[in-house]
């Protein structure tokens, strides 16, 4: 190191103090001061939601519900609806809040049956995840769930919500089926869905499909 260089400074960035700005009924703004990596103290804005359950680290859960039936695609159950914030509709994964008392599979199986009408059976539960980490605290759980499609109750479910639109999307051309989706209507994607879009046409590539490597 030269005389001029000056020695880089390492700390372990930390949280200092939150203060409220504001304060909804469902969300509220802080101002947060933390301590960054080099040492400097700085300050941030969070935003929080207001209702998370004591006991828990998780705000709510999205739901991937597959919906097989027999002689049909699996699809994909999604949900559209109009969304304030983006003043548009959105095309989202069933979700919702943890209400208190519930872990997240119980929540995912009560979500789904209230926006869409399906009951479904909780395959596989991801560890608690955050949304959107540079604005808010918000964080959420995946659920994977399957519907039994020639069950009774799910073969003409019912909804308990009234300005939420059902959308089955096949699972095998789901990313393909959103992008139709786009050019027809102005709408929203959710980041997770499209994300999981693109997942599922990884996951169908075909060898034939995969560039010939160069000798």
Sequence with gaps: MSNTEKPKISTAPQVIKEEVIAAGKWVMLEKTTYVDPAGNTRIWETSKRTTR?????????????????????DCVVMVKQFRPPLGCYTLE????????????????????????????????????????????????????VNINGDEMENINPTQQLEFVEVILLPLDEFQLKIDEVLKKEKISVDAKVYLFGMGMVQAFFKPRELPVLKQ
Excluded at 53 to 73: C, P, Q, S, Y
Excluded at 118 to 141: A, F, I, M, R
């Design 53 to 73: 359950r004591a006991n828990t680290e998780a705000d709510g859960v999205g739901i991937i519900a597959l919906l097989k039936r027999t002689l049909h695609k």
């Design 93 to 144: 994964f069933p979700a919702g809040l943890i209400d208190e008392g519930e872990n997240a599979e119980v929540a995912a199986v009560r979500e789904l049956k209230e926006e869409t009408g399906y009951k479904g059976e909780v395959v596989s539960v991801t560890p608690v995840t955050c949304l959107d980490p540079g604005l808010s605290n918000c964080t959420t759980q995946i659920v994977l």
